[in-house]
């Protein structure tokens, strides 16, 4: 495994490309998602700041940090959750402020949380349309639900599921992270963000999520995966941003970096190993 870029603590390195915040439109136009020096403060506290991030089409972008290195306040800002204090938002080259998650969900993005907010009490059916419910007549569609559901999860390669009606309560962790993440897979999302999905799992069950992961970007999906498994982020990831103290410190292609230079990055801020030419 290749090395990581030169980085420090007061800026940014991309191994890929220059990412200043006077970037021109042909820049981000060649991403889904570009971030230009947002930052996000509450009250005095500045929770994170000057991020400059580009999240590409078909691909997994890892997110890694330790506890409060402002991880979770970055992807609540992309999500629509807070409004960032200052910066600039782009999605396909336009600039976007989305005051709320249902206009981030309207242009394509979806946030799956540790939490899932899944229904235990609920078939997977009724989990995947609560709230978005077809109807015919006045009257529930349950089989167009029902087959769109098992289509899906086909499409998804999420082959371990019994039934499409079996309540969500019964399933084991890695289903219900399908689950979730076919449930916003369904809303047209161009960009599903996922929050520690192994987390608690088994080995069995997080190849599981791994391979959806690959899978969602086979099909087009931009991923943001966060993660403390450096193990997991090896696996599955097309590029890295690493952020520490509310700085994102180093971000480029994975290639450009090891187990060792992303440890130092998440833990000083900085690497002094050499990064691969590409």
Sequence with gaps: MSSAPESSSSSVTDVSHAAPSDSGAEDIGDYLLSLREVAKNFGPVQAIRRVDLDVPPGQVTALIGDNGAGKSVLIKCISGIYPPSAGQIFWKGREVHSHSPREASELGIATVYQDLALCDNLDIVQNMYLGREETR?????????????????KDLAVSTVKSVRQLVGSLSGGQRQAIAVARAVMRDSQLVIMDE??????????AQVLDLVRTLAARGIAVILISHNLNDVFKVADRLAVMHLGELVSHGPI???????????????????SPTSV
């Design 137 to 153: 007549i006045a009257v529930l569609d349950e089989i167009k639900m029902e087959l769109d559901t098992k289509e899906l999860l």
């Design 197 to 206: 999905p192994t987390a608690a799992l088994g080995v069995s069950q997080t």
């Design 255 to 273: 290639s450009n970096y090891d187990t060792v230079s992303a440890v130092e990055l998440i833990t000083t801020g900085q690497s002094h190993r």
